[in-house]
């Protein structure tokens, strides 16, 4: 995980973080300057990220949304409404370039697989296969090897909930870091084997030879997971202000593993909130 920020400064009479300007913030720390961003069609938490990214530290990343395909910067523009989905028609007044689906595949290659694989991974030296260095994806069940499912709940069948499908989120995923977040965190949800899986783990990824690192987090309004638990399962890597390990215990489908990595991880400083609430959400949207 990135190094945080001081929270020094907040003001005394400033509303507290909610749990989606939090897990936003973290997210947001994750991003690196010239770092190529792709999100799912449901962005509040992860477009917020990005924007207060682009705004705070990484004024170079590239941000990919839309059904056709808007590479958007943000960095100095006041955004009145935070967009609900990517497809959002609004987008398209800040993006510097716009072209077909298609050629996000075909052609969208970032730079910097040197920074991203060892010496002896195939992967470190071409470009061909990733159209982004970092991907948002949600999911309605995760489980412990981090594989994800927006199919459906229940067995082949007998959904007792249909969800959205994978909606091509096993392509897209083949991106250098995937991040899985998660907007309710309890045993329905955090399961220990998914019913269907949408995006394979990281586990998979390598076992199945798969381009991309597979997730790199779990994140959910309680906690973070990384993948350093035994076989690259997931342990829990650090909890949000207010939560306890108990309770992501309580709450989690599987047997918590504390990572080797473990750390309290800092609310959101003033600065961050700042920004998030004066030029990103205004309407208060994560605050909802």
């Known amino acids: 995980m990135t190094a945080t920020l001081d ?104 730079p910097g697989g040197r920074d991203y694989y060892e010496d002896t991974d195939k992967w470190r030296s071409t470009n061909k296969y990733f159209f982004a260095d970092k991907f948002f994806v949600g999911g309605i069940q995760v489980d412990r090897h981090g594989n994800t499912n927006l199919i459906g709940a229940g067995g082949k069948g007998r959904f007792s909930f249909r969800g959205p499908g994978s909606v091509g989120i096993n392509d897209v995923t083949t991106v250098r870091d995937a991040f899985v977040f998660m907007t309710a965190h309890d045993k329905q949800r955090f399961v220990d084997q998914a019913d269907y899986v949408s995006m394979p783990g990281p586990k998979t990824y390598r076992e199945k030879d798969l381009a991309g690192n597979g997730p790199q987090f779990i994140v959910s309004p309680r906690c973070v997971f990384d993948f350093s638990g035994p076989d690259r399962t997931a342990a829990l890597a650090g909890l949000f202000p207010g939560h306890s390990e108990e309770e992501v215990a309580e709450n989690t489908g599987w047997e918590i593993v504390r990572s080797a990595h473990f750390v309290e991880l ?16 205004r309407k208060g949207v994560l605050r909802k």
């Open 7 to 110: 929270v020094a400064g907040q003001q005394p009479d400033s509303p507290p973080a909610s749990w989606k300007e939090t897990m936003a913030v973290f997210l947001a720390r994750q991003i690196r300057d010239t770092d190529r961003i792709c999100s799912g069609a449901h962005t509040e938490i992860s477009f917020a990220a990005t924007m207060l990214a682009q705004k705070m530290h990484a004024p170079n990343l590239k941000l990919q949304l839309g059904g056709g395909a808007f590479l958007c910067n943000v960095a100095g523009v006041e955004v009145d409404e935070l967009p609900k989905t990517s497809v959002d028609y609004r987008i398209m007044g800040w993006a510097e370039a716009y072209f077909e689906h298609h050629d996000t595949f075909n052609h969208y290659g970032p």
């Open 266 to 281: 800092e609310p959101p400083s003033a600065a961050e909130l700042h920004i998030l609430r004066t030029a990103i959400d």
